[in-house]
């Protein structure tokens, strides 16, 4: 099946720092990445979806200035959470939409950001 | 808006039979993806449903029906790597929004 990947798996930063987080389709091109974010023992939260060549769409409530999304190519997309705060910290997955007959999403890893 | 409905937590015994339920209400509606997501790793796919009715995929199936708005996912001859979260997911013009999870615990 897809692969997709994420780096780093974790990074702990202090706060106010920016912090940028890479996923990458290894064996397909994904022209839409999805980006969540999960809080312990909740579920995922759309952050944000990310469209290759364009720039991404943000759900209500996500800051745009705050979590830039860069969907540089077909395979890579950049989170980069700037000024990075303790109640940022969270798992930030990212997914990958491999245009199947039914939108079928491959997630990556996911990241576990912790903010100082 | 959207809203999803899954229970919690459930426990079943090892060699059982369980049955994880997921009710919707959302504006729009492509189909419904279960997922398993073991603690600190990314969910993986399971299931997917966009017609109503059963499908079947060894130890694990799903079920929809669109006019009750109403999914269950079936585990049968539980194992113990089983233990996780389950994770009902409605998709709507390619995004796709998560219910809370249920909290599955596998006891010997």
């Known amino acids: 099946g897809a692969v997709v990947s994420q780096h780093p798996s974790w990074v702990i930063c202090k706060s106010g720092t920016s912090v940028k987080i890479e996923c990458r389709s290894l064996?397909?091109?994904?022209?839409?990445m999805f980006w969540y974010r999960q809080f312990p023992k909740q579920s995922l939260m759309l952050m944000a979806t990310?469209?290759?060549?364009?720039?991404?769409?943000?759900e209500q409530g996500v800051e745009k200035d705050k979590f830039l999304i860069n969907h540089a190519s077909l395979t890579l997309s950049t989170l980069t959470v700037t000024s990075a705060h303790p109640e940022d910290s969270s798992f930030y997955i990212c997914?990958?939409?491999?245009?199947?007959?039914?939108?079928?999403?491959?997630f990556g890893p996911g990241t576990r950001l912790t903010v100082l | 808006g959207q809203n999803i409905d899954q229970p919690t937590e459930m426990t079943a015994t090892e060699g059982a039979i369980v049955q994880i339920n997921c009710t919707y209400q959302?504006?729009?509606?492509?189909?419904l993806f279960w997922y398993q997501q073991h603690a600190g790793e990314a969910p993986t796919f399971l299931s997917y449903?966009?017609?109503?009715g059963l499908e079947e995929k060894g130890r694990f199936s799903s079920f929809l029906s669109r006019s009750k708005g109403y999914s269950y996912l079936l585990l049968k001859e539980l194992q113990m790597k089983d233990s996780a979260s389950y994770l009902c997911?409605?998709?709507?013009?390619?995004?796709?929004?998560f219910g809370d999870g249920t909290t599955l615990t596998v006891k010997p």
């Open positions: 997911a409605v998709t709507n013009a390619g995004k796709s929004t």
């Open positions: 959302t504006s729009g509606f492509n189909g």
């Open positions: 064996d397909f091109q994904a022209t839409t």
């Open positions: 449903n966009v017609l109503d």
């Open positions: 997914s990958a939409d491999t245009r199947s007959s039914y939108n079928e999403q491959f």
């Open positions: 990310s469209n290759e060549g364009s720039k991404a769409t943000y």
